[in-house]
């Protein structure tokens, strides 16, 4: 998000959810309102997470950063209804959904303003 402020690309950036504390509600009202989140997570199984489109984790680090963008509160993710979509990086089959339980897994979570 600096590195954006710093070339032009946005006015800055503002801290809407602390890391390992992610506000379901937060986050919807920011995503409802027209704004990605940039955030990540430690322990994203991103081998699988590519080949399933659901986020899961490993016990080893993998760190990632990406962009929620949507949020669904009738989508079945595994066991779970609910949840948060990201187009990540990757592009193509890299896009994947979270249920708003593994939320409270994020980085820190930041919209650009």
């Known amino acids: 998000m600096k590195l954006q402020k710093d ?3 946005s006015k800055g950036y503002a801290t809407v ?3 390992l504390r ?3 509600d937060v986050l919807k009202y920011w995503i409802a309102n027209g704004r ?3 955030t990540g997570s430690t322990f994203g199984d991103w081998r699988n997470i590519v080949k399933t489109g659901v986020y899961s ?3 080893t680090a993998a760190g990632h950063c990406w962009q929620v963008t949507e949020y669904d509160d009738d989508r079945k993710i595994g066991d779970d209804v ?3 979509y990201s187009p990540n990086s990757w ?4 896009q994947f959904w979270m249920s708003y339980k593994n ?3 994020l980085f820190t979570q930041y919209i650009a303003l």
Do not use: D, K, Q
């Open 82 to 84: 609910g949840g948060f």
């Open 7 to 9: 070339m032009g690309l």
């Open 103 to 105: 939320a409270i897994r």
């Open 36 to 38: 990605a989140i940039t």
């Open 91 to 94: 592009g193509g089959t890299g």
């Open 57 to 59: 984790e490993r016990a």
């Open 17 to 19: 959810g602390a890391a």
């Open 22 to 24: 992610a506000n379901v």
